[in-house]
Structure formats: C-alpha cells, structure tokens
C-alpha cells in the first residue's frame, strides 16, 4: 500500500477553478491505476476521474469537459485541475490508488456564493 495526502480544496465560488494534489508516500511509477473519488453529504462516494499507468484518463459523465487527470510520477503526484466549479460539485474529494486500494483522508471542496 501506499500513504495518499490530498491538499488543495477549499471554497470557491460558481465558475471558478481548484487544483487538488495528493501526495503519494513512494514512487507511483508502478501504480496501475489512480483515481479521484468524491463524497457529497447524503450520498454514496462516485468516481470522478481515474488514470491508468499508460496515462489513459477516465471521468464520470457529470465533470467531462471541466476537469482534468494528470499524474507527475517524478513528483510522486496526481492532481485534478477543476474548471467552471458548480455547486453541485461540493464534496469531500478523496485520492485512491491501487492495486492494493489505498485511500486517502480527503479534502473538502465547496462551492457556493
């Protein structure tokens, strides 16, 4: 397994844009597949983005077009670049890898006016 920290949630306003990076405890260079999760209050945690270790990207229908997958191995980090936030995107954003499934504790996005 590996240690997953995300940073980079806060609040935004309808329309703006966030970056998030989770950290990883150790090289990702060998990790088959990471991913973005998110969790809105009252509802089940959905994938929102997922990268494979060829670098092919995945999104959930509800953020294709606005948000975007990188992973930078030499850094150890994935990041998911968010654009024209709606408030329908406030959730607690999760970093997941694997396999073996790791988590991260998540950071919190809120977007509202």
């Known amino acids: 397994q590996v240690q997953l920290v995300e940073s980079g949630g806060g609040l935004v306003q309808p329309g703006g844009s966030l970056r998030l990076s989770c950290a990883a405890s150790r090289s990702i260079f060998s990790i088959v597949v990471m991913g973005w999760y998110r969790q809105a209050p009252g509802k089940q945690r959905e994938s929102v983005a997922r990268?494979?270790?060829?670098?092919?990207?995945n999104y959930a229908d509800s953020v294709k077009g606005r948000f975007t997958i990188s992973r930078d191995n030499a850094k150890n980090t994935v990041y998911l670049q968010m654009n024209s936030l709606k408030p329908e995107d406030t959730a607690v954003y999760y970093c997941n890898a694997g396999p073996p499934e790791s988590w991260g504790q998540g950071t919190q996005v809120t977007v509202s006016s």
């Open positions: 990268i494979n270790i060829t670098g092919n990207t």
